[in-house]
């Protein structure tokens, strides 16, 4: 499978831990976003990276938050000292942006991972 | 306020019916309109993606429209099967914010037997 892999799918974990999400986007893809998804809303933007330079981060990624992509390949997405408003879907989305043509460029979503902050 | 609105907010079809899916939307200025299908508890998946000289794009038995001058788009789904039973979201960029898509928060499509 050549798609966006996020793991783990699903994270419990207590008040107050730190919790790591790790992303494998498509091969290639020099564009990586985190999105955070509540049940019942669409997604909320988080960050975003063109290889390995975090360009842009949304003011709902607080200073608990933090996001990496080393070698401008795989992402991870850490959450600090967990709160029960963090209990959400976290997706990672991948694509390729050319200077030739970055209007209407498809943009993969992984599956998502789960947590739940108890 | 969400600069992409999406009606209805859910929707009960049987099986076998089509039915439409509106979009509008203040992004501005325009880049490209993206629809999405999105299972419960999955990472959405692309349906359409039509930029400023586009006004229509099949997929199946999905047809997305675009009208640029209003700011509106539609879905339509024809002959719905048990399987379209998802969310769909509605996606606006804007030109000269590449990373930013604007997610509208989603029909909820219902299809029955």
């Known amino acids: 499978d050549t798609g966006v892999s996020q793991n783990p799918r699903h994270k419990i974990t207590k008040r107050g831990q730190n919790v790591t999400f790790r992303c494998d986007p498509i091969?290639?893809?020099?564009?990586l976003y985190w999105y955070r998804q509540t049940l019942g809303q669409g997604p909320e933007f988080l960050t975003y990276f063109q290889n390995e330079a975090q360009l842009e981060k949304s003011r709902l990624l607080s200073d608990r938050f933090s996001a990496e992509r080393p070698k401008g390949s795989f992402s991870t997405l850490e959450i600090q000292r967990t709160e029960q408003g963090d209990s959400a879907m976290y997706l990672c989305?991948?694509?390729?942006?050319?200077?030739?043509?970055?209007?209407?460029?498809?943009?993969?979503f992984g599956e998502g991972s789960w947590l739940t902050v108890v | 306020k969400n600069q992409v609105e999406q009606s209805p907010q859910s929707l009960i079809i049987l099986e076998g019916k089509n039915c439409t899916l509106q979009?509008?939307?203040?992004?501005?200025?325009?880049?490209?309109l993206r629809w999405y299908k999105q299972d419960t508890g999955r990472g959405p998946v692309s349906l359409t993606i039509?930029?400023?000289?586009?006004n229509t794009k099949s997929n199946g038995r999905y047809t997305a429209t675009l009208d640029a001058d209003t700011k509106q788009s539609s879905l339509h789904i024809t002959a719905s099967q048990l399987s379209d039973s998802a969310s769909y979201i509605c996606v606006v960029s804007a030109l000269d914010s590449g990373y930013a898509l604007n997610f509208g928060k989603g029909t909820s499509l219902l299809v029955t037997p």
């Open positions: 091969s290639e893809h020099n564009r």
């Open positions: 979009c509008n939307y203040t992004v501005s200025p325009f880049s490209n």
């Open positions: 989305a991948s694509s390729l942006i050319s200077e030739f043509h970055t209007a209407g460029n498809t943009i993969y």
């Open positions: 039509m930029t400023f000289s586009e």
